[in-house]
T-cell receptor, first 116, second 116 residues
Framework: GAVVSQHPSWVICKSGTSVKIECRSLDFQATTMFWYRQFPKQSLMLMATSNEGSKATYEQGVEKDKFLINHASLTLSTLTVTSAHPEDSSFYIC????????????FGSGTRLTVV | AQKITQTQPGMFVQEKEAVTLDCTYDTSDQSYGLFWYKQPSSGEMIFLIYQGSYDEQNATEGRYSLNFQKARKSANLVISASQLGDSAMYFCAMREGMSNNNDMRFGAGTRLTVKP
């Protein structure tokens, strides 16, 4: 079946540093990648949509200069949280479109980011 | 405007009993898809069941069934014979349209607790 590998699964970083999260589709080509953020006890909120080779489309209220998304290939998309602050601490999860299972949406396992 | 509404923040069910988790949605699209996911404390999103807007039969997947009432725009999840391992967050989600770029939006979720 379709698998998306997301790394790291958890990360602790200091305030002001940048953190990169990777989502890699292992056995299919991810034409589109969706990035979500989930605060504790809340729902998944879409941050941005990225297509291979083009600029990401960000949801209203999401700072594109802070959350850099790169979708350079059909199997790899990255989210970089730049100059992270404690309020960026959250669960980040990607969802890849293009696999043949689960009606075309395959989620990564998520990354728990803690900024101290 | 909220497109997916889950009105039950928390639900309790006795082991081996059935439980219904409510979901209503709002869309003007004729073509859309409805999903249910289970999210245990680990954070992974586990696909449970899918209902397409043109599907005439209610979807079923093992112990999961979806009570799809199109005119009322509801897509309730029914879990039969609840097990302790069913305790988790459950999210209803919708994809509008059929394009690969179409993202998935989530409801607020329902925390299900199965009591022994």
């Amino acid at each position: 079946g379709a698998v998306v590998s997301q790394h790291p699964s958890w990360v602790i970083c200091k305030s002001g540093t940048s953190v990169k999260i990777e989502c890699r589709s292992l056995d299919f080509q991810a034409t589109t990648m969706f990035w979500y953020r989930q605060f504790p006890k809340q729902s998944l909120m879409l941050m941005a949509t990225s297509n291979e080779g083009s600029k990401a489309t960000y949801e209203q209220g999401v700072e594109k200069d802070k959350f850099l998304i790169n979708h350079a290939s059909l199997t790899l998309s990255t989210l970089t949280v730049t100059s992270a602050h404690p309020e960026d601490s959250s669960f980040y999860i990607c969802s890849a479109r293009g696999g043949i299972t689960n009606y075309g949406y395959t989620f990564g396992s998520g990354t728990r980011l803690t900024v101290v | 405007a909220q497109k997916i509404t889950q009105t039950q923040p928390g639900m309790f069910v006795q082991e081996k009993e059935a439980v219904t988790l409510d979901c209503t949605y709002d869309t003007s699209d004729q073509s859309y898809g409805l999903f249910w996911y289970k999210q245990p404390s680990s954070g992974e999103m586990i696909f449970l069941i899918y209902q397409g807007s043109y599907d005439e039969q209610n979807a079923t997947e093992g112990r999961y069934s979806l009570n799809f009432q199109k005119a009322r725009k509801s897509a309730n999840l029914v879990i039969s014979a609840s097990q302790l391992g069913d305790s988790a967050m459950y999210f209803c989600a919708m994809r509008e349209g059929m394009s690969n770029n179409n993202d998935m939006r989530f409801g607020a979720g329902t925390r299900l607790t199965v009591k022994p």
